[in-house]
């Protein structure tokens, strides 16, 4: 065995993407001994080759933050491992005890939450500056004592972190989850969709609204906000929308066979607009074109490839007539999510990243 490896997560499922799928998986295939430990309630289990520890969900954001964070540490403790990468902001304080003790620690940043602090409906207007600025000053003080900081996104880069190793591994899709099986015809393929996290702020609003405008179904699949979710419902426009819950992995390639296109128009606040979108490249990877905010820096990858059409996330009328083109002029759309393909095949992809990953294992626990 190369060393031994526990993920940590207070917030994420068992199964995330980044986390289980692919970091984990792929530490694990790489002969790595990894545990992930996990507050999910779903109990112990063994898949792909990783030991998942569940200490139990309790209910409440505090009670997360305080109680869930000591039976996590407790849970460190007994594994005894080599290193512990930790996905969470608030696990940070985990991160320093477990240093403290002569392991080595990497934060994985997932978000800039300094950033996506002003976005917080549960933290009164007034508070948000200060709180992102206490937080700000936080994290670079603890990163400080990590042996390596992980960025999710290459936008990331500008933040302030003084820490020995800092790798950007992004979020690219698994190419195998979205090989190219059974063909379904253009004339076959009946929605237009979005699949991810369900919120206003990821156009959730506009999504609904667009349906009366256009001569196919929306489909959408994904967590929502609650709040979010049930103030749309009562939009007169929420029956003509095909909405699935949240739905496996393995079932999200499925969902994109049977679309001609894929929706990914959040609104245009700092925290989105200079990340890439994981679901944008999941579109790509599928072979459907994308229809997508037109942020610069989305737009300079959409345009460069030509695999789809970037619009003004919060202008109905423009995603709908993106839609009507793209029904239109079918050829069009096709080459369109060939270029997608194209693209994620040679440089978007997991099994890039992987490398920058595994590089960074090796670095840190000084193989």
């Known amino acids: 065995m190369q060393g031994n490896i526990v993920h940590l997560t207070s917030v994420h499922s068992r199964n995330d993407a980044r986390i289980f799928a692919k970091m984990c998986t792929s530490a694990s295939a790489n002969n790595y001994n990894v545990t992930l430990i996990v507050a999910d309630g779903k109990g112990t289990d063994n898949k792909n ?11 409440g954001r505090f009670n997360r933050i305080l109680k869930t964070t000591f039976k996590l540490y407790r849970a460190c403790v007994v594994q005894n491992a080599d290193a512990y990468h930790i996905h969470d902001p608030e696990l940070l304080p985990v991160g320093l005890v477990l240093k403290s003790s002569g392991k080595i620690v990497i934060f994985d940043m997932h978000e800039n939450v300094a950033a996506q602090i002003y976005n917080k409906k549960w933290i009164p207007y007034i508070f ?5 600025l206490c937080y700000k000053l936080f994290q670079y003080v603890a990163l400080r004592f990590y042996d390596a900081v992980i960025l999710a996104e290459t936008c990331y880069e500008k933040i302030n972190i003084n820490c020995k190793y800092v790798a950007t591994v992004r979020n690219y899709p698994i ?11 253009r004339d076959e393929k009946k929605y237009v969709s979005y699949v991810g996290g369900i919120s206003l702020l990821r156009g959730l609003q506009q999504m609904v609204d667009i349906a009366p405008l256009v001569r196919c179904e929306i489909l959408l699949a994904g967590p929502p906000v609650v709040s979010d979710l049930e103030k749309v419902k009562e939009n007169e426009n929420w029956p003509l929308i095909r909405y699935l819950g949240v739905i496996a992995r393995e079932d ?18 700092e925290n989105y607009k200079e990340t890439e979108p994981t679901k944008m490249f999941e579109y790509m990877a599928s072979g459907i074109p994308v229809i997508a905010s037109n942020f610069p820096s989305w737009k300079g990858i959409v ?9 003004d996330p919060l202008d109905t009328h423009a995603i709908a ?20 393909r194209q693209a994620v095949l040679q440089k978007y992809n997991w099994s890039i990243e992987e490398k920058k990953l595994l590089c960074l294992y090796e670095k840190t626990l000084r193989l």
């Open 49 to 59: 080759g990783v030991n998942i520890i569940d200490v139990g969900r309790l209910h």
């Open 128 to 132: 948000r500056p200060a709180i992102s």
């Open 175 to 185: 190419v195998e989850e979205f090989e190219m099986g059974t063909v379904i015809s």
């Open 252 to 269: 999200v390639a499925s969902v994109l066979s049977s679309s001609f296109a894929g929706l990914v128009v959040l609104h245009p606040i």
């Open 303 to 311: 345009e460069s490839i030509k695999c789809g059409i970037c619009v």
């Open 321 to 340: 007539d993106a839609i009507d083109y793209l029904l239109d002029n079918p050829e069009v759309a096709k080459r369109m999510g060939e270029n997608g």
